[in-house]
């Protein structure tokens, strides 16, 4: 007999989602280029990520930029919506692009179109009744903040941040509630470009400047923590982390000491900073060692004690192995992150290894160091999917997929674990950060658009909306 698990009452279930990669309408309502719109689609994105050359200029003649049009869920909000609440979503996340509010970044005034529009689409929510959870940065900077300030590395962005947050407190306060600050901010210490903005020239660079940048995020974090504290009574504002469980190889003591270092460093540093309100001691060696030295104003001390978060969400995609002894050389990549092939895991098809086990782990350790609730925000599989004959999509290799991480969660909570919900990622298909590919599908709704950008965009219902919507019904008793 298969076990039940008992979920908590109010368990916020539901799906996530960033806007670059579902609204399109990227000129439409007055809104201004972000650094999204000019990354390309397929594998050239990955090229281009790490290439201090790049100039984030688009070329038309010889790229497809899917984000451009993405999903069209720009026109088409009403429909997706409704798709959510037909599954029965307790909760949507979802990210507000700053470049349809401050079109360029520094303006002192926001765009009343944009704005508005997120209006409408919390308003359709609210007529469901799903609360939205909302990240401020889901990998969107005003490009003009790019090309003409370097991104977070320059302070000024804070000013310009400050003035996004209070446009949207103020204008959302009776609408959102849930609020997230940056999404995987510690994503910038593997991939600094999406996140702070900028390409590093060299390692020593990167150093460098990638803390001083995340010293700016920090504080902008705490920033939006202490004035939706402020603005929104009531509110519960987080910090969103990418976290993986990183694994020694074996048991030689000198790779289970490095694999605990480079997890402090990776899925820590940015968690202590937002949850204890002041950098981790351990910090102070590595900033030695590799002669980082952070330009900390007055008052940035007290900032970060004063914007101590609610709660911590977290994505969570698969977990990492790593070594400096030992003769294994295959190495397996996700996005950001990548380790050492584990020989028990499973991979998916782009190669993320599966490992539902490491989701417990992930739980269990960031509870125990934590003591605060937590928010899976992030969670699922990027799989081809094929339309059959008689026009039904046979995803059962995500339903195992999601069940085997849901079953996971649900011991956790057993294991004593507080938490809050799971949105799982794109609910229905979107574009690929890493790969900007839409063939690498997470949905339980399929969205007719190829990776050339060609298609219907038609919504058509996979065999996993059913099953997702009968777990959200039972409350996570039928899996
Ligand atoms: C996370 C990001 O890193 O992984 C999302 O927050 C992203 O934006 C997700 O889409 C899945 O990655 P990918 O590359 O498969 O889209």
Known sequence: ??????????????????????????????RGLSIADVMPGGKIRGSFRNNPDFHFEMDTTKYVYPNHQAIDHYHRYKEDIALFAEMGFKTYRMSISWSRIFPNGDETEPNE????????????????????????????????????????????LLTFFERYVKAVFNRYKDKVK??????????ALRLPLYSL??????????EQLVFQGLHHQLLASALAVKLGHEMIPGSQVGCMLLYAPIYPYNCHP??????????????????????????PRFINRYFKEHNVKLDIQEGDLALLKEGKV????????????????????ERVLGNMIGGFKNPFLKASEWGWEIDPHGLRISL?????????????????????????????????????????????????????????GYTSWGPIDI???????????????????????????NRMKKKSFDWYKNVIATNGREL
């Open 113 to 156: 179109e944009g704005l508005a529009f997120y209006d409408k689409v919390f308003d359709e929510l609210n007529k469901y009744g799903i609360e939205p959870l909302v990240t401020l940065i889901h990998n969107e900077i005003p490009l003009h903040l790019v090309k003409e300030y370097g991104g977070w590395k320059n302070r000024e």
């Open 310 to 329: 609610d709660f911590i969400s977290f994505s969570y995609y698969m977990s990492c192995t790593e070594k400096i002894i030992g003769d294994q050389k």
């Open 254 to 279: 000198e790779n289970v000491l490095y694999a605990k270092e480079e997890s402090r460093l990776f899925n820590y540093f940015c968690g202590d900073v937002h949850v204890f309100g002041e950098y």
């Open 178 to 187: 849930y609020w997230l600050t940056f999404n995987e901010i510690n994503s």
């Open 364 to 420: 269990n350790d960031l509870y125990d160091r934590y003591r605060l609730p937590l928010f899976i925000v992030e969670n699922g599989l990027g799989a081809n999917d094929t339309i059959e004959e008689d026009g039904t999509i046979q995803d059962d290799y995500r339903i195992d997929y999601l069940r085997e991480h849901i079953t996971a969660m649900a011991e956790s909570i057993e294991d004593g674990v507080e938490l809050m």
């Open 1 to 30: 007999m298969t076990k039940e698990y008992q979920f908590p009452e109010n368990f916020l279930w539901g799906g996530a989602t960033a806007a670059n990669q579902l609204e399109g309408g990227y000129l439409e309502g007055g």
């Open 197 to 206: 903005g900028f390409i590093p020239k060299n390692d020593e660079q990167k």
């Open 431 to 457: 574009v690929s950060a890493g790969t900007g590919e839409m063939s690498k599908r997470y949905g339980f709704i399929y969205v007719d658009k190829n990776d050339d950008g060609s298609g219907t965009f």
